[in-house]
């Protein structure tokens, strides 16, 4: 039976300037203020890839001013779900969270038309999982 009491979501990815910034980004935008959201990086790069930006903003999602932030326990300990986007074993695992690990490409030095397939895939993984965890969230 799904978990329907998540009140908070991590993101994690190495850099947190693709994958985890676009999935952070269609939660907020699909679920609201329902869910609490969070994204980091093992290895946070110094800005978000202006080609993941492009690509969020071509359906209608802005992104341009989020900054990569570094991944803390403390921002694990205050998640429900935490879901990994190949951040490998950096990612504390705490007892009492939902860990999931979707296997995404990096669109790290990709171009807007390599990034809209990954932006694709992750906007139905973040439908999915509104509809599991906070279905009167979705529009």
Known sequence: MPD???SSVLFVCVHNAGRSQMAAAFLTHLAGDRLQVRSAGSAPADTVNPA????MAEVGVDIATE???VLTTDAVQASDVVITMGCGDTCPVLPGKRYLDWDLPDPAGR???AVRPI???IEKRIRGLVDEIAPAARP
């Open 67 to 69: 900054v990569p932030k």
């Open 52 to 55: 993941v930006v492009e690509a």
């Open 4 to 6: 329907t009491t998540a």
């Open 111 to 113: 171009g807007v038309a």
């Open 119 to 121: 932006r694709d895939e």
